[in-house]
Protein backbone atom coordinates (compact mmCIF):
# COMPACT_ATOMS: atom_id res chain seq x y z
CA UNK A 1 0.00 0.00 0.00
CA UNK A 2 3.11 2.41 1.00
CA UNK A 3 4.28 2.47 -2.43
CA UNK A 4 1.13 2.97 -4.02
CA UNK A 5 0.62 6.27 -2.43
CA UNK A 6 4.27 7.34 -2.93
CA UNK A 7 3.23 6.95 -6.76
CA UNK A 8 -0.31 7.92 -6.40
CA UNK A 9 1.34 11.60 -4.46
CA UNK A 10 3.44 11.97 -7.44
CA UNK A 11 6.33 10.03 -7.03
CA UNK A 12 7.11 8.02 -10.06
CA UNK A 13 9.97 6.41 -12.07
CA UNK A 14 9.91 8.66 -14.74
CA UNK A 15 9.96 11.70 -12.38
CA UNK A 16 7.77 13.76 -10.29
CA UNK A 17 4.31 14.35 -12.00
CA UNK A 18 3.35 18.24 -12.33
CA UNK A 19 0.48 19.58 -10.81
CA UNK A 20 0.60 16.43 -7.77
CA UNK A 21 1.09 16.92 -4.25
CA UNK A 22 4.68 15.72 -5.28
CA UNK A 23 5.29 18.82 -7.19
CA UNK A 24 3.79 20.87 -4.22
CA UNK A 25 6.44 19.87 -1.64
CA UNK A 26 8.61 19.76 -4.24
CA UNK A 27 8.31 23.36 -5.02
CA UNK A 28 7.60 24.30 -1.10
CA UNK A 29 10.94 22.87 -0.07
CA UNK A 30 13.07 24.36 -2.72
CA UNK A 31 11.43 27.94 -1.52
CA UNK A 32 12.26 27.34 2.00
CA UNK A 33 15.71 26.26 1.30
CA UNK A 34 16.79 29.17 -1.26
CA UNK A 35 15.90 27.59 -4.80
CA UNK A 36 16.84 24.51 -4.72
CA UNK A 37 15.83 20.92 -2.92
CA UNK A 38 18.61 19.11 -0.51
CA UNK A 39 19.80 15.47 -1.64
CA UNK A 40 18.57 13.78 1.72
CA UNK A 41 15.95 15.79 1.90
CA UNK A 42 12.08 14.86 1.68
CA UNK A 43 11.42 15.44 -1.70
CA UNK A 44 14.84 13.82 -3.19
CA UNK A 45 14.02 10.89 -0.86
CA UNK A 46 10.72 10.15 -1.61
CA UNK A 47 11.44 10.74 -5.50
CA UNK A 48 14.21 7.64 -4.98
CA UNK A 49 12.11 5.46 -3.35
CA UNK A 50 8.96 6.24 -5.36
CA UNK A 51 11.46 5.45 -8.68
CA UNK A 52 12.20 1.91 -7.05
CA UNK A 53 9.05 1.28 -5.49
CA UNK A 54 10.66 0.66 -2.58
CA UNK A 55 8.99 2.47 0.51
CA UNK A 56 7.54 -0.25 2.26
CA UNK A 57 10.93 -2.64 2.28
CA UNK A 58 12.71 0.63 3.63
CA UNK A 59 10.46 0.17 6.72
CA UNK A 60 8.10 3.22 5.82
CA UNK A 61 4.78 1.32 6.08
CA UNK A 62 0.77 2.18 5.90
CA UNK A 63 0.71 1.12 9.90
CA UNK A 64 4.02 2.89 10.39
CA UNK A 65 7.74 2.84 10.72
CA UNK A 66 9.06 -0.92 10.88
CA UNK A 67 11.40 -1.30 13.94
CA UNK A 68 15.26 -2.21 13.06
CA UNK A 69 14.61 -1.17 9.15
CA UNK A 70 16.14 1.65 7.62
CA UNK A 71 13.64 4.10 8.16
CA UNK A 72 14.02 3.46 11.82
CA UNK A 73 17.80 4.25 11.46
CA UNK A 74 16.77 7.38 9.41
CA UNK A 75 14.24 8.36 12.16
CA UNK A 76 16.61 7.65 14.84
CA UNK A 77 19.22 9.84 13.40
CA UNK A 78 17.28 12.93 12.43
CA UNK A 79 15.75 13.02 15.94
CA UNK A 80 19.56 13.25 17.54
CA UNK A 81 20.39 15.80 15.25
CA UNK A 82 17.25 18.17 16.20
CA UNK A 83 17.37 17.38 19.96
CA UNK A 84 15.02 14.41 20.34
CA UNK A 85 12.62 14.57 18.10
CA UNK A 86 11.85 14.65 14.30
CA UNK A 87 10.63 17.57 13.39
CA UNK A 88 7.35 18.45 11.04
CA UNK A 89 8.07 18.51 7.78
CA UNK A 90 11.60 16.47 7.85
CA UNK A 91 12.33 13.82 5.91
CA UNK A 92 11.30 11.13 7.85
CA UNK A 93 8.04 12.48 9.05
CA UNK A 94 7.45 13.89 5.47
CA UNK A 95 8.18 10.05 4.25
CA UNK A 96 6.20 8.22 6.83
CA UNK A 97 3.17 10.76 6.10
CA UNK A 98 2.98 10.19 1.88
CA UNK A 99 3.51 6.24 2.23
CA UNK A 100 0.24 5.81 4.52
CA UNK A 101 -1.46 8.35 1.77
CA UNK A 102 -1.34 11.72 3.70
CA UNK A 103 -0.21 15.20 2.63
CA UNK A 104 3.48 14.79 3.65
CA UNK A 105 2.77 17.87 6.09
CA UNK A 106 1.36 19.98 3.40
CA UNK A 107 -1.03 22.64 4.86
Known sequence: MSDRNVRNAGFTSSGIKGGSLASSLMSREARVSGGGVHSRGPTATLQVMGAKGSTHSSGFTS?????????SRMMSQEARSHGGGTPRGGTT???????MGGK???H
Do not use: N, P, Y
Not at 63 to 71: P, R, T, V, W
Not at 93 to 99: I, K, L, P
Open 63 to 71: SGISSGSQA
Open 93 to 99: STVQSVS
Open 104 to 106: GGR
